[in-house]
């Protein structure tokens, strides 16, 4: 998807409007990015959670 929208904006007649597609492109990456950190952050802190609960 980046690639194709990286040709489009090549493109002598691309118009971009007021935000960029490529923007808005990197912008769903980072928020995904984000998204997986905080699940992984969160899972990794139940393991942690749930294994002192067991031990105790």
Known sequence: MFFLQAERESN???DSGI???SAALGISILVFA???FVRSLTHVVMYKV?????NT
């Open 12 to 14: 002598p007649a691309y």
């Open 19 to 21: 935000v960029g597609d």
């Open 34 to 36: 984000i998204v997986v």
């Open 50 to 54: 749930k294994a002192n609960r067991n």
